[in-house]
């Protein structure tokens, strides 16, 4: 049997009878990604929702920045945030570099614009009617503010969704700001990147496998809420 | 029968251009109302100041004989419901749609769906409460719309083109609803349209507006009364009119003022119904004169200044009025 279909079965056997070291790396990168999304979340809905909402000075300017702030590469946000937080940094002193924390941080920084920037082009783009029908039935700006969020509640999931999907993948923050250490800060992506080359190779191919399927379940979870919205 | 509403002096500008210009006019009638003028005359954009939606400009504008003011205008949109030309309907079911409006207005939920189980009933739409309004056709669209806005007891339903976008069946359909809103407690009910047929198979009170100048109806001389199809008469009551020979119901007629063709004598032509009355009043109508004869009712026909100074035509004088029988529309 070849090397890689030994592999697999291995790996696949790893998944099966819910390995120790698989499971606690899984559980990782699903507990950093999710508190991150929920935190960006946080942030980033009610912002993006306002700033579509509100006319203001700066705005074209916003949009600029939030469209290249997706951009940055991951590895240069874990750069800027190693900066920020090594024993040398500002917040050195929190001792914060390679925990748990410092990557829920980094994704947090990683996903808030992406979340940001489609909260605010859904809301953007609604339906000119829509104010207007607000309006013509009296409602007030808040209460304008509150139809427009819940006719854009698709939207705000699945940008939220797709925040998920770019934090639980990235390999960037969670390599700098988290270093790999094994019980501790191990995710899925900087298992797979750094195992492989000390021949954990089984283990690597069932945590791709297990990467894969939550990519595949963000992707359905996306077309179920665009079947939704026709 | 007093209006609503009554313009006086009203100009609006959007940027440099001026879209009304209502120098006095009265509207809100109880009853049907029809605003009659092609795209891009204003029709819009009265709507929307009929529904304290936009300010009125400059001018005095009077709604249920108080002046409206900034301060007031808040107050008074809740007496006026105005249902978007393509309305827009939010991405819930039927009954949402309608609770929401509810909502807005601070009605706690039992009243909010007490309401809308009762105005989806009157309107006969009970059978799509529970559909999304993302699965209704055009036509149902537009009566849950209609349904979202009259479940707030509008005194005033304002309804900016209604009938775009359906197909046939769909507006017989809304014609058949909208002449029942009456009957059904709204005081008065406004539409606007470019299609004047369509005005006249639901009201007789039809409004023109051309680059937001406000006009006579084109279509004044409104009789109703029942079809004779054998005889190919119409009688009002007080008139028999021929109609032309394809007729085959209705119940209104309008005759052209247009294609009245007055006489110091009875002419001997083709034309087949010939009156005689007496000269009412004579007024300057778009460069031509509008006289307004007294037949037994009034009828009115629109003749130039040449054929007005030829007929040596003056008020009280004697007259006889002929025209067509295919001057005649019926509805």
Redesign the interface.
């Given at each position: 049997m070849s090397f890689f279909a030994e592999s697999l079965r291995t790996g696949l056997g790893l998944i099966v009878g819910l390995d120790a070291d698989l499971r606690q790396i899984v559980a990782t990168s699903l507990f950093t990604s999710l508190t991150a999304v929920l935190l960006a979340s946080l942030v980033a809905i009610p912002a993006g929702v306002l700033t579509a909402l509100a006319g203001f000075r700066g705005k074209a300017l916003l949009k600029h920045a939030l469209n290249a702030l997706m951009a940055v590469p991951t590895v240069v946000v874990g750069l800027v945030l190693y900066g920020l937080l090594s024993r040398r940094g500002v917040f050195g002193d929190y001792g914060l570099l390679f925990t748990p924390l410092a990557m829920i941080i980094g994704q947090t920084v990683l996903i808030t614009p992406l979340i940001w920037n489609l909260v605010l082009t859904a809301v953007e783009n609604r339906?000119p009617?829509?104010a207007?029908?607000c309006?013509?039935?009296?409602?007030n700006r808040r209460?304008q503010a509150m139809?427009v969020v819940?006719?854009a509640?698709?939207a705000l999931v699945a940008a939220t969704i797709l925040g998920f999907g770019r934090a639980i993948g990235e390999v960037g923050v969670a390599m700098m700001l988290g270093g790999n250490i094994e019980h501790h800060t191990r995710t899925m992506t900087t298992a797979i990147a750094l195992e492989t080359s000390k021949g954990a190779f089984a283990l690597a191919l069932a945590l791709g496998v297990v990467l894969v399927v939550i990519a595949l379940a963000v992707n359905l979870a996306l077309s179920l809420l665009q079947g939704v919205?026709? | 029968m007093t209006a609503l509403y009554r313009f006086q002096g009203v100009r609006v500008q959007r940027g440099e251009r001026l879209v009304l210009d209502l120098p006095a006019l009265d509207l809100g009638a109880d009853g049907i109302t029809a605003l009659v003028g092609p795209n891009g005359a204003g029709k819009s954009t009265l709507l929307e100041v009929l529904a304290f939606l936009l300010p009125h400009g400059t001018g005095d504008l009077r709604f249920a004989e108080m002046p409206v003011t900034p301060a007031l205008r808040a107050a008074f949109g809740r007496r006026a419901g105005l249902v978007a030309q393509r309305p827009y309907l939010f991405d819930r079911t039927v009954r949402g749609n309608v609770m929401l409006g509810l909502g807005l207005r601070g009605l706690t939920t039992a009243l909010a769906a007490a309401r809308t189980d009762d105005t989806l009933a009157r309107l006969g739409i009970a059978a799509l409460a529970e559909r999304h309004a993302g699965s209704l056709s055009g036509g149902e669209a537009q009566k849950v719309a209609i349904a979202r806005t009259l479940a707030l007891e509008p005194e005033v339903l304002l309804l900016d083109e209604p009938f775009s976008h359906l197909d046939a069946g769909a507006i017989d359909d809304l014609v058949a609803l909208i002449a029942s809103l009456p009957d059904l407690g709204t005081r008065a009910v406004l539409f606007s349209t470019h299609d004047s047929d369509l005005a006249a198979r639901l009201t007789s009170t039809i409004v023109n507006l051309v680059d937001g100048c406000a006009g006579l109806g084109a279509l004044p001389n409104f009789f109703d009364g029942r079809l004779d199809a054998g005889e190919h008469i119409f009688d009002t009551g007080r008139l028999r009119v021929h109609v032309p020979d394809h007729v085959q119901r209705g119940t209104r007629i309008a005759i052209d003022p247009a294609h009245v063709v007055l006489s110091q004598t009875r002419l001997e032509s083709s034309m087949r119904n010939v009156f005689q009355g007496r000269v009412l009043s004579l007024a300057e109508h778009g460069g031509e004169v509008l006289v307004t004869v007294d037949i037994g009712p009034r009828l009115q026909a629109l003749v130039t200044h040449d054929a007005l100074a030829a007929q040596a035509l003056r008020p009280g004088g004697g007259i006889w009025v002929s025209f067509k029988s295919n001057a005649v529309r019926v509805y």
């Open positions: 339906d009617r829509l207007f029908t309006r013509a039935l009296g409602a209460q139809i819940h006719e509640r698709h919205r026709r | -």
